[in-house]
């Protein structure tokens, strides 16, 4: 947990101390390719948390994601077509979808903490 921290405090620090400005062509580009890592990132979550996170599918995925993205995007700007907002549209509701079953399965972990709390007092007040 130290090294994730430590890491995102790297990050944001390079990334506040180093200026650097992407061309505006790239923008879709990266919107894109950052929105299907964070749908990656997020499903490899949830799938952790319901005990089903094998990581050949978390990198796979990512990275098929990641190309999916922007193969989208090019041949959207090969065409003169704003195909991108597609994928944004997609991963951008894969993304709250996965958050909405993080949550609901975060609360549920507590309900059932509080359940057996709860049947540990009550079980002991009988004997």
Do not use: C, H
Request: proline letters at 2%.
């Amino acid at each position: 947990m130290l090294l994730i921290i430590l890491g995102l405090i790297l990050g944001l620090l390079m990334g506040y101390l180093l200026p650097y400005q992407f061309p505006v062509a790239a923008a879709k580009y990266i919107s894109v390719a950052f929105l299907a890592g964070l749908d990656s990132v997020i499903g490899g979550t949830r799938a952790g948390l319901e005990n089903k996170f094998r990581f050949g599918i978390f990198f796979s995925g990512f990275f098929v994601n990641l190309l999916l993205a922007a193969g989208i995007t090019w041949v959207g700007d090969m065409l003169g077509v704003e195909i991108y907002q597609a994928a944004v549209v997609t991963f951008g509701v894969r993304v709250f979808i996965n958050l909405g079953y993080i949550r609901r399965d975060l609360l549920n972990q507590n309900k059932d903490k509080e359940k057996s709390s709860l049947e540990f007092l009550t079980d002991n007040r009988k004997g």
